[in-house]
């Protein structure tokens, strides 16, 4: 009889594009989403957490580049007794599900209704160097109003929750313009009808940052040669039709009303790129009004990211300080934060218009960005480790423990086997343990403990001479009474250093 085959075992490794995230990385995400859900709130913003899962239809196409609902996100179809069930996918943003629950439970919902959600998103596209298939976003949105106020009051709650969470003024700005003077341009183009031309020019634009005023001109013209010395077709426009492109892309001036002035001449006498410059200018009244200077947000032609898929403002936070590459080179850290008005998203649910606009931060560019300004500690201390002497003991242990806890101190018992005390002090270690509390048999005949600091031990080990070892002690004999006292007043001590 022929031996069953013996069932391969699984491999142990993270699905392509998924990563996993270890205890200091969710604590400090955690933290950070809690500190800006706390500036949600204050803004009048509510909470809401909808499903991860939505019908491939209620989602619709609304991600970048692909032509079938399905293309792009992690979907598959519920089975029925006749295999026709609905296509179910999951969420590849959280402003799809908006539109859904805003449409669903409007008669309930205030308008207009205000809210926030945290939380992953899914896409099923080709992972790459920062590029996950599963990544955190952080939105906020208001639906149901078409008043400027409500664009004007996105972007001063994002220049208040970068500040609040430790990003300082200087270093960042929000950049505002307008989907509307753009349309406005390419109404002045000629190409305000023909579909083709017009999505060819918002690629173009959408590579300025990259080519820079030439090679926008060039590309929206006759072509140029790339880096790499191969040739790039152009649009094929004429250079008089270019020239309103530039004009738009260059308009930024030194204050709001020049740039606008600018921005008047690229429109012509386009009437939706007139309304496009009137939004602009009442967004800056309004945040000026708020004390919100062009030091923190300011208007900017630049800002193309996104385009095609507003109908009004649009928005961008950026990140202005400088950082090292891989490579060692200087470079600016970019955007962290995008959003705008998207009028056209519950239309498809209710057949009427239903204004909305929204910001939407990138959770983990934000946090790795706190962690370059040192705002962000990169490794976050573990529990106060209590060491097992006498196994037979665990209840003085577990009794130090709760103390410990009762105080709001973060500690734990070593549940590993006592035998080698080394070992504890290793686990210690491992845990990034700020503090080991001791207490053998002679230490309880004393009534006192031992309570070691790791941190500073580690310290002293690294560079101290014999002299300055003995100025400073890192393990200390005290009553066991005061315990929590000492433990309290060796991290405070460490928090000080840190």
Request: proline fraction near 5%; aromatic fraction near 8%; charge should be negative.
């Amino acid at each position: 009889m022929a031996k069953p085959k013996k069932q391969p075992r699984p491999k142990a490794i993270t699905p392509k594009g998924f990563r996993d995230y270890f205890g200091s990385e969710v604590t400090q995400r955690t933290e950070m989403l809690r500190t800006i859900a706390g500036v949600y709130h204050r803004y009048g913003f509510d909470a809401l957490e909808s499903s991860a899962v939505e019908t491939v239809e209620a989602l619709g196409k609304f991600l970048p580049d692909v032509d079938r609902p399905n293309d792009g996100v992690f979907a598959w179809q519920e089975a029925d007794d006749e295999g026709q069930g609905d296509w179910m996918a999951l969420r590849y943003d959280l402003t799809a599900p908006l539109a859904r629950v805003y449409a669903q439970h409007r008669n309930d919902l205030p308008t207009p209704y205000r809210r926030y959600a945290m939380g992953p998103v899914w896409r099923n596209e080709k992972p790459g160097p920062g590029r996950f298939r599963q990544f955190y976003q952080c939105d906020a949105d208001t639906v149901g109003t078409a008043s400027m106020a409500a664009d004007a009051e996105i972007c001063a709650m994002l220049s208040d929750t970068l500040e609040t969470v430790g990003i300082p003024r200087g270093d960042y700005l929000v950049r505002v313009n307008n989907r509307k003077v753009l349309n406005g341009v390419l109404e002045t183009m000629g190409l305000a009808e023909d579909a083709d031309a017009r999505d060819a020019v918002l690629r173009t634009i959408d590579k300025f940052d990259k080519v820079g005023e030439q090679g926008v001109r060039e590309l929206l013209t006759q072509g140029r040669l790339d880096a790499s010395g191969a040739y790039i077709d152009g649009v094929g426009l004429s250079q008089d039709q270019a020239d309103p492109v530039v004009a738009f892309l260059t308009s930024k001036a030194g204050d709001t009303a020049a740039t606008l002035s600018n921005l008047r001449v690229a429109v012509g006498d386009s009437r939706i790129g007139a309304e496009g410059i009137a939004e602009l200018e009442q967004i800056a009244a309004l945040l000026d009004a708020g004390g919100y200077g062009p030091d923190r947000i300011e208007i900017d032609p630049s800002v193309v990211r996104g385009l095609g898929y507003y109908t009004g403002p649009v928005y961008e936070a950026e990140l202005t300080f400088e950082i090292f590459d891989e490579k060692g080179r200087k470079r600016q850290f970019g955007s962290v934060a995008g959003g705008g008005r998207y009028d056209d998203l519950v239309k498809r649910f209710t057949g009427q218009e239903v204004p909305a606009t929204g910001i939407s931060i990138g959770v983990d560019r934000l946090l790795a960005a706190l962690r370059e300004k040192g705002r962000i500690q990169a490794v976050e201390h573990g529990p106060v480790v209590v060491t097992v002497m006498d196994r037979d003991r665990m209840a003085d242990y577990q009794a130090m423990v709760a103390e410990l806890r009762n105080a709001g101190i973060r500690a734990e018992v070593y549940l590993g086997n006592p035998k080698n005390f080394g070992n504890q002090l290793k686990y210690a270690d491992k845990r990034n343990s700020p503090i080991a509390v001791i207490e053998g048999g002679d230490e309880k005949a004393k009534g006192i403990v031992q309570i070691k600091d790791l941190i500073l031990g580690a310290k002293i080990a690294e560079s101290a001479t014999l002299e300055e070892w003995k100025e400073l002690p890192s393990q200390f004999e005290v009553p066991r009474g005061d315990l929590v006292a000492k433990v309290r007043e060796i991290l405070a001590t460490q928090d000080g250093q840190g």
